[in-house]
C-alpha cells in the first residue's frame, strides 16, 4: 500500500515538475518574444530625399501702390469690365472693379487702355535653345536614352537669353522651360517668372510645380528605331513607358516600406537612390505634374488609360492636333490641351487639323483649352495666336468673345501648370502680374505697353529703364563700338 502510494506521489510530482517547467519555458520564450520586438536598436539617421535642392532665389522687384483706372478689364475669370479700375498693393492685387479708389497710390488713367492677367506660356524652350542659335547652345534635347526622366531642364536654361525680353514685350509674366520630344521621357520642366536675373534661380517660380515631359508618336520611335533601340514603333512607345512605370511603382514601395519601417521603431536600410525614379515617384505622389508631346486622338486615349493603369494623371497634352475628336473625353477625365492656332500639315500626324481645334475644346464643360507658343517668335504675341483661333472659330459659327478667348492664355494656362492659386486671373489675393495693353489684345495692331509682375513694372514700351537688355547684347553692343572705334583709327 505505501508502495503505491510512493509511487503515486513521484509520478504526480514529475507531472508537476514539467508542467512548471513548461510554463517557465513558455514565458521564457513570450518574454523573449516581446523584447525582441522591443526598438532596442538605435536607429540611423533617416534618409530623407530632398525635392527642391535647387530651390528659388527669385525676390519681388521694388513696386509701389498703383491704381490703374478707366480701363477694358479681362479678368481671366470670363468676365469683361468697362471703364474699371485695378489697385495693385504689396504684390498682390487688392481689389478689381469700378469708381476704386485709394489713398497713397499712384493713380493712373488707362482710359483707352486694355487690361489683362499676364501672359502664360505652358510650352516654352526659351534658355534652352537661346538665341544665338548655335551648337554649343543646343541643351534642350538630352538624345542619348529613351528615358532621360533625371535630367532637369533648369541645368540647361541661360538666362541671359534675349528672347526672355522679347517676350517680355509680349506681355510674358510666366513660363514653363520644358525638355525636348525626342524622348518617351524628356525630362522635367521648369516655371520661371519673366525677369531680368542672372540666375535661373533667381527666375524660378517659387512652389511651382515641377513638370515631367513625356512624348508620344513619331519623335521617340524615329530617334532610337534608327539606332535600333527600343521604341521603333508605336507600340514600343507605350512598352517602353509601362517599363518605366513599373519600376516607378516598385520604387515608390519601396521608399514608401522604409518610411513606415522606420516610423515604426526598426532600422531598415534605405532604398538605393535613383534620380530617374525620383522623378516618376513624384508624378506618382501627385507633386509632379505631366506633359506630354500628343498629336493624335487615339494616342491620347491610350495615355489616359496609362494614366490609370499606374495610378498618376495624365496631365496636359501639347500640341494635341487631334484633340477636337476626343474634347469630351479630355474634359471627363481633367487633361488640359495645351495648342496652336494653325500650325499643321509638317509631318504625318500633324495632318489631321482643323482650325477651330481649341475652340472646339474649348466648348465642352469643364474643359481647359491652352493655347501655347513652342517657339521664342511666337511667344512674342502669343494674344494674337488665341485672336487667331477666335476669329477662325467665330467665322464657323461659334460666338467667343475677348473675356472667353484671354483664358486660353491666362487661367487655363495657369492650371496647367498648377500655379492657379497665385496667377493667371485678376482677382483679389492673387499675385500682381498685369499687361497693359494699347488696345484690345486681340486686334493685329496691339502692343503691351506695360506689364507688372508682382506689382513691379518689368517692361515699358516708352521707358528705357523698363527696357532690360541682356549682358550678353550689351556684350555684343560693346564689341561693336569697340569695333568700329579701331576700324576709324585704321582709315585715319
Given at each position: 500500500?505505501?508502495?503505491?502510494?510512493?509511487?503515486?506521489?513521484?509520478?504526480?510530482?514529475?507531472?508537476?515538475?514539467k508542467k512548471?517547467?513548461?510554463?517557465?519555458?513558455t514565458t521564457?520564450m513570450?518574454?523573449?518574444?516581446?523584447?525582441a520586438?522591443l526598438?532596442?536598436?538605435?536607429?540611423?539617421a533617416k534618409?530623407?530625399?530632398?525635392?527642391?535642392?535647387?530651390?528659388?532665389?527669385?525676390?519681388?522687384?521694388?513696386?509701389?501702390?498703383?491704381?490703374?483706372?478707366?480701363?477694358t478689364?479681362?479678368?481671366?475669370?470670363?468676365?469683361?469690365?468697362?471703364?474699371?479700375?485695378?489697385?495693385?498693393?504689396?504684390?498682390?492685387?487688392?481689389?478689381?472693379?469700378?469708381?476704386?479708389?485709394?489713398?497713397?497710390?499712384?493713380?493712373i488713367?488707362?482710359?483707352?487702355?486694355?487690361?489683362?492677367?499676364?501672359?502664360?506660356?505652358?510650352h516654352?524652350h526659351?534658355g534652352?535653345?537661346?538665341?544665338?542659335?548655335?551648337?554649343?547652345?543646343?541643351?534642350?534635347?538630352?538624345?542619348?536614352?529613351?528615358?532621360?526622366?533625371?535630367?532637369?531642364?533648369?541645368?540647361?536654361?541661360?538666362p541671359?537669353?534675349?528672347?526672355?525680353?522679347?517676350?517680355r514685350?509680349?506681355?510674358?509674366?510666366?513660363?514653363?522651360?520644358?525638355?525636348?520630344?525626342?524622348?518617351?521621357?524628356?525630362?522635367?520642366?521648369?516655371?520661371?517668372?519673366?525677369?531680368?536675373?542672372e540666375?535661373?534661380?533667381?527666375?524660378?517660380?517659387?512652389?511651382?510645380?515641377?513638370?515631367?515631359?513625356?512624348?508620344?508618336g513619331?519623335?521617340?520611335?524615329?530617334?532610337?528605331?534608327?539606332?535600333?533601340?527600343?521604341?521603333?514603333?508605336?507600340?514600343?512607345?507605350?512598352?517602353?513607358?509601362?517599363?518605366?512605370?513599373?519600376?516607378?511603382?516598385?520604387?515608390?514601395?519601396?521608399?514608401?516600406?522604409?518610411?513606415s519601417d522606420?516610423?515604426?521603431?526598426?532600422?531598415?536600410?534605405?532604398?538605393?537612390?535613383?534620380?530617374a525614379?525620383?522623378?516618376?515617384?513624384?508624378?506618382?505622389?501627385?507633386?509632379?505634374?505631366?506633359?506630354?508631346h500628343?498629336?493624335?486622338?487615339?494616342?491620347?486615349a491610350?495615355?489616359?488609360?496609362?494614366?490609370?493603369?499606374?495610378?498618376?494623371?495624365?496631365?496636359?497634352?501639347?500640341?494635341?492636333?487631334e484633340?477636337?475628336?476626343i474634347?469630351?473625353?479630355?474634359?471627363a477625365?481633367?487633361?488640359c490641351?495645351?495648342?496652336?492656332?494653325?500650325?499643321?500639315?509638317?509631318?504625318?500626324e500633324?495632318?489631321?487639323?482643323?482650325e477651330?481645334?481649341?475652340?472646339?475644346?474649348?466648348?465642352?464643360?469643364?474643359?481647359?483649352?491652352?493655347?501655347?507658343?513652342?517657339?521664342?517668335?511666337?511667344?512674342?504675341?502669343?494674344?494674337?495666336?488665341?485672336?487667331?483661333?477666335?476669329?477662325?472659330?467665330?467665322?464657323?459659327?461659334?460666338?467667343?468673345?475677348?473675356?472667353d478667348?484671354?483664358?486660353?492664355?491666362?487661367?487655363?494656362?495657369?492650371?496647367?501648370?498648377?500655379?492657379?492659386d497665385?496667377?493667371?486671373?485678376?482677382?483679389?489675393g492673387?499675385?500682381?502680374?498685369?499687361?497693359?495693353?494699347?488696345m484690345?489684345?486681340?486686334?493685329?495692331?496691339?502692343?503691351a505697353?506695360?506689364?507688372?509682375?508682382?506689382g513691379?513694372?518689368?517692361?515699358?514700351?516708352?521707358?528705357?529703364?523698363?527696357?532690360?537688355?541682356?549682358?550678353?547684347?550689351?556684350?555684343?553692343q560693346?564689341n561693336n563700338?569697340?569695333?568700329?572705334?579701331?576700324?576709324?583709327s585704321?582709315?585715319?
Open positions: 500500500m505505501l508502495k503505491k502510494s510512493l509511487s503515486r506521489n513521484l509520478v504526480t510530482n514529475n507531472l508537476i515538475s512548471f517547467a513548461f510554463t517557465l519555458l521564457s513570450l518574454s523573449l518574444g516581446l523584447t520586438c526598438p532596442n536598436e538605435k536607429q540611423d534618409v530623407v530625399i530632398n525635392k527642391n535642392p535647387y530651390p528659388s532665389t527669385y525676390q519681388v522687384l521694388p513696386a509701389e501702390s498703383t491704381l490703374l483706372t478707366n480701363a478689364i479681362l479678368t481671366g475669370t470670363g468676365k469683361r469690365l468697362n471703364d474699371a479700375d485695378i489697385l495693385l498693393v504689396n504684390g498682390k492685387i487688392v481689389q478689381v472693379g469700378n469708381d476704386l479708389s485709394a489713398e497713397q497710390a499712384t493713380v488713367d488707362m482710359k483707352g487702355k486694355w487690361i489683362t492677367p499676364g501672359i502664360i506660356d505652358v516654352s526659351l534652352v535653345y537661346p538665341n544665338p542659335q548655335v551648337e554649343s547652345h543646343s541643351d534642350g534635347n538630352e538624345m542619348t536614352s529613351p528615358n532621360t526622366s533625371e535630367v532637369w531642364a533648369e541645368h540647361s536654361v541661360w541671359q537669353d534675349p528672347a526672355f525680353q522679347a517676350a514685350a509680349g506681355g510674358i509674366t510666366s513660363l514653363q522651360i520644358l525638355p525636348g520630344s525626342a524622348n518617351l521621357f524628356g525630362g522635367r520642366g521648369v516655371t520661371l517668372r519673366n525677369v531680368p536675373s540666375t535661373m534661380q533667381g527666375m524660378k517660380f517659387a512652389d511651382a510645380p515641377y513638370g515631367l515631359k513625356m512624348a508620344c513619331e519623335n521617340p520611335k524615329r530617334v532610337y528605331g534608327s539606332q535600333k533601340v527600343l521604341p521603333s514603333t508605336r507600340m514600343g512607345n507605350v512598352a517602353g513607358y509601362r517599363s518605366a512605370w513599373l519600376a516607378a511603382t516598385e520604387y515608390k514601395r519601396a521608399w514608401d516600406k522604409y518610411d522606420y516610423s515604426a521603431g526598426e532600422n531598415p536600410e534605405a532604398p538605393k537612390r535613383d534620380l525614379l525620383d522623378t516618376l515617384m513624384g508624378v506618382l505622389d501627385g507633386e509632379i505634374l505631366i506633359h506630354n500628343c498629336y493624335k486622338a487615339e494616342e491620347m491610350v495615355m489616359i488609360d496609362l494614366g490609370n493603369e499606374f495610378n498618376y494623371h495624365s496631365g496636359t497634352f501639347h500640341h494635341a492636333i484633340g477636337y475628336k474634347a469630351d473625353l479630355l474634359a477625365n481633367g487633361n490641351a495645351a495648342m496652336w492656332p494653325d500650325w499643321w500639315g509638317f509631318k504625318m500633324a495632318f489631321d487639323m482643323v477651330e481645334n481649341v475652340a472646339i475644346v474649348d466648348a465642352v464643360k469643364n474643359s481647359c483649352a491652352v493655347v501655347h507658343s513652342d517657339s521664342a517668335t511666337t511667344i512674342q504675341r502669343l494674344n494674337q495666336e488665341a485672336a487667331k483661333v477666335m476669329f477662325r472659330a467665330n467665322e464657323n459659327g461659334f460666338a467667343l468673345k475677348e473675356e478667348a484671354i483664358k486660353w492664355i491666362t487661367a487655363n494656362a495657369a492650371k496647367s501648370l498648377g500655379i492657379n497665385k496667377v493667371g486671373s485678376l482677382e483679389a492673387k499675385n500682381a502680374d498685369v499687361v497693359v495693353w494699347n484690345s489684345p486681340f486686334s493685329v495692331y496691339a502692343q505697353e506695360q506689364v507688372f509682375i508682382d513691379a513694372k518689368v517692361y515699358d514700351r516708352f521707358d528705357d529703364k523698363y527696357q532690360a537688355k541682356s549682358d550678353f547684347l550689351l556684350g555684343q560693346l563700338h569697340v569695333n568700329k572705334a579701331v576700324s576709324n585704321a582709315t585715319k
